[in-house]
């Protein structure tokens, strides 16, 4: 007690160190904030433009089921680290870049003929 007595001359002194005192409450896992990490689990697939047109040209019409599908794919990717993935739907071959959640291009099975898939880290078949 003699020390509290000898550091401060009242009440209002002790209390105003706690009042006073900067909470940090934004915790980080990984250097990534709670808030970061909500948002790319909440943020949609996005179709760049070039494969926007893709879709287009080569009539590929996504399902609600079909784009559920590509959507879990992109996270299992994204759960191995994986950052250029070939995710396969049926029959429609979706090559995404897996942090911004982004499909680059999408080709049906006509055009996959070659089997060939480059620039890619991982592969998911859904």
Not at 70 to 90: E, P, R, T
């Amino acid at each position: 007690m003699k020390n509290i007595i000898n550091n401060y001359s009242s009440i209002e002194q002790l209390t105003n160190q706690y009042l006073n005192k900067q909470k940090s409450t934004e915790k980080k896992i990984n250097g990534i904030s709670f808030e970061e990490i909500l948002k790319q689990q909440t943020q949609p697939v996005k179709f760049s433009k070039h494969a926007s047109m893709r879709l287009t040209q080569r009539n590929i019409n996504l399902s609600d089921d079909q784009s559920m599908r590509l959507q879990k794919g992109i996270a299992a990717a994204d759960s191995k680290g994986v950052n250029d993935s070939l995710v396969l739907v049926d029959d429609i071959a979706f090559i995404v870049n897996v942090p911004s959640k982004t499909v680059v291009t999408a080709m049906d099975q006509a055009e996959t003929n070659s089997n060939v898939f480059t620039n890619i880290d991982g592969a998911v078949i859904m």
